[in-house]
């Protein structure tokens, strides 16, 4: 044996997973594809991160016609939380039941907001989330942030205020930031403006490399093994999963363990389980019901960019405000459903916009930046079976996805840019993601009490397999208008309880 417990992936879930067991004694390996992220100049430049595949990776998907495409994914220490806006919101209480949306009814969890509450103050509290409680009107019960809000600088202050007057509630965007509170190994947030999108130079972002791997590697008992991708996953006729066959830099390797856990991302974990098929398990691991890799989420994006000609926007530090009031209903008399979340981006610079429109003049660039607000805009997309990861003859991955509950985020673009039109902004352009954005992928495993529909149980371990547990984004049985992360990590912490209690019945 090689570890206890081996988890495959060191991101939101994985990294959360090994902080959270690493002072419990049992040994703790886990393995993960990609490497430290260097910390070096080219973190904070623009070109480098959108024009370069220094970062993200080169690999290609496929999409559901056979179309190829590279995701804008990485593979490093921390996962995908080294690159997030950092923006760690809680689910509200009826994300966790049915919500009926205009295209149709998402799916409710096995368990619901009060079980993840406590998880979700202990993640927070882990990742220096920033906030103030009692703004928010769509917020579930909760107790005051660990920290308080990030400061609004004197323009997004007035914005805030001019929302305000519209009869809205902005509030403070949560923020996981280490801005001066003595954590080990880095150095306080300087609010600069390359967070959202960026790693953090001064590991000052909360992180899973910062806030989950760093920590938990404190412990002897917990292992890294990087640069070391899991192929397969070997299994036994019994139900059991006996090795884990990787390739390192040395060629393939085998590892062992009492107990293994999926952490390497929606779409990978489904992909790893598809291509452990066996002459026992042919349809793929955990897959008697065919539920593995279907249901992919990632939320309907558009970013936008919002344009005042007659003010400044001297804003450094702009990820600051959100809107949740569209959240629950749209508020319009036409339109009985939910539209959405609405959050800022990380300030648009000359930079940035340079980097995504090369053929833009440089003076628009910076004329652009300068007057701009830049937004974020979330809506659900709803589980569908055949937006799902399949595997093509090659074991390359398929992504097939068709989006739904379009109508809400159109909806939710127009009244967006008719407020910010009243507001003082009369340019207003947004960007619809395309295929390529992943960043909020969830689904693919998702967890249950009905082993036809769901793959994995409440607790997280497999319906089939009786030593595997999933701990990332795929658990996911609806995505809801917020980010994932902050879920994954509070899952997380409930999977080492879980884990823990598992095990130690065994000893
Ligand atoms: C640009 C960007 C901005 C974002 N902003 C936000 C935000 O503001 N708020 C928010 O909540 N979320 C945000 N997200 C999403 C967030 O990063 C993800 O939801 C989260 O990281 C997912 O956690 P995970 O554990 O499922 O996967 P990941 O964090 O991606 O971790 C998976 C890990 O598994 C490793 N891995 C994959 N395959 C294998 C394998 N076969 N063997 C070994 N290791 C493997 C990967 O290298 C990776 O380290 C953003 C994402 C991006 C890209």
């Known amino acids: 044996m090689d570890a206890d417990i081996l988890i495959i992936g060191s991101g939101a879930g994985g990294g959360t997973l090994a902080r959270a067991l690493a002072p419990w004694g049992l040994s703790i390996l886990v393995l993960e594809r990609g490497d430290y992220l260097p910390r070096e100049k080219e973190n904070w430049d623009a070109q480098t991160l959108f024009n370069t595949d220094r970062y993200h990776t080169s690999e290609q998907w496929f999409d559901g016609q056979d179309r190829p495409f590279t995701p804008v994914t990485g593979y490093q220490v921390g ?37 993840f509450a406590p998880y979700y103050q202990q993640a927070e509290t882990w990742y220096f989330a920033h906030g103030e409680a009692g703004i928010d009107p769509t917020e579930p019960p909760r107790d005051a942030y660990p920290y308080p809000p990030l400061f609004q600088e004197a323009r997004m202050q007035s914005i805030r205020d001019a929302l305000s007057r519209q009869g809205l509630h902005p509030f403070p965007l949560p923020m996981a930031i280490h801005r001066d509170d003595g954590h080990p190994g880095s150095s306080p947030c300087i609010r600069c403006n390359t967070c959202d ?16 791997m760093t920590p938990a590697l404190a412990y002897p008992n917990v292992r890294l093994v990087t640069r070391t991708r899991a192929i397969r996953l070997v299994s036994s006729e019994e139900g059991h999963i006996t090795a884990v066959e990787a390739e390192g830099p040395d060629g393939a390797r085998r590892f062992q363990a009492r107990t293994y856990v999926l952490a390497a991302g929606a779409v990978n974990s489904a992909a790893l389980l598809l291509r452990s098929a066996s002459d026992h398990y042919p349809r793929g691991l955990a897959n008697s019901s065919g539920q593995v890799g279907r249901n992919y989420m990632c939320h309907l994006n558009s970013a936008c960019i919002a344009i005042d000609p007659a003010h400044d926007n001297p804003t450094v530090f702009q990820k600051t405000l959100a809107i949740n009031d569209f959240y629950e209903h749209s508020g319009l008399p036409d339109f009985p459903f939910p539209l959405g979340h609405i959050q800022n981006l990380g300030k648009v610079t000359p930079d940035i916009l340079l980097a995504q429109r090369p053929y833009f003049p440089k003076a628009l660039c910076t004329w652009v930046s300068r007057h701009s607000v830049d937004w974020w805009l979330t809506t659900e997309d709803l589980p569908h079976p055949d937006n799902r990861v399949t595997l093509k003859a090659d074991q390359s991955i ?10 809400a985020h159109y909806r939710l673009r ?4 008719s407020i910010l039109h009243q507001i003082g902004f009369p340019w207003v352009f947004f960007q619809r993601m395309g295929i390529n954005a992943v960043a909020h992928q969830v689904g693919t495993l998702r967890f249950g009490d009905d082993p036809a529909q769901s793959v994995f149980n409440r607790d997280c371990r497999s319906h089939e397999l009786d030593n595997l547990y999933v701990a990332d984004a795929s658990f996911m049985p609806s995505i809801s208008a917020v980010n994932p992360s902050l879920t994954i990590m509070a899952n997380a912490l409930r999977v080492a309880e879980i884990l823990r209690h598992h095990l130690a019945v065994k000893t």
């Open 79 to 115: 996962g995908n939380t080294k690159f997030y806006g950092a923006a760690i919101l809680r689910r509200r209480t009826g994300d966790f039941s049915v919500r009926r949306h205009k295209d149709g009814e998402t799916v409710p969890w096995p368990l619901g907001y009060d079980d």
């Open 414 to 417: 127009q009244h967006w840019k």
């Open 197 to 212: 999108g960026f790693p953090c130079l001064l590991h000052a972002k909360g992180d899973a490399e910062t806030c989950g």
């Open 398 to 407: 398929q992504l097939s996805y068709r989006s739904n509950n379009e109508t």
